[in-house]
Nanobody, 113 residues
């Protein structure tokens, strides 16, 4: 069965960096576009970044220039490198397969002031 597992979250100071990982199993990983979303308490889930099967990337304006999405198909893993973190980046971060209702358990990112 399809499984996505996010990891790499934690507590970081404002201006710091984290690298999130999304490990996939049960799919032909290289075929699919993958996205990162985030959701803060009381807020709707928002799209953060997307990477296509061909490696093209796109970003929400709020993270553009600070976050980088990448993929390592042989490891069936998508990464989200997050730099210059801000308090408003605090959220649970999820990855998903674009066009399908497959989600991981999420990983918590907390940015302190």
């Amino acid at each position: 069965q399809v499984q996505l597992v996010e990891s790499g979250g934690g507590l970081v100071q404002s201006g710091g960096s984290l690298r999130l990982s999304c490990a996939a199993s049960g799919i032909s990983f290289s075929r699919y576009d993958v996205a990162w979303h985030r959701q803060a308490p009381g807020n709707q889930r928002e799209l953060v970044a997307t990477i296509t099967s061909g490696g093209a990337t796109s970003y929400a304006n709020s993270v553009k220039g600070r976050f980088t999405i990448s993929r390592a198909n042989v490891k069936r893993t998508v990464y989200l490198q997050m730099n210059d973190l801000k308090s408003e980046d605090t959220a649970v971060y999820y990855c998903n397969i674009v066009g399908y209702n497959y989600w991981g358990q999420g990983t918590q990112v907390t940015v302190s002031s």
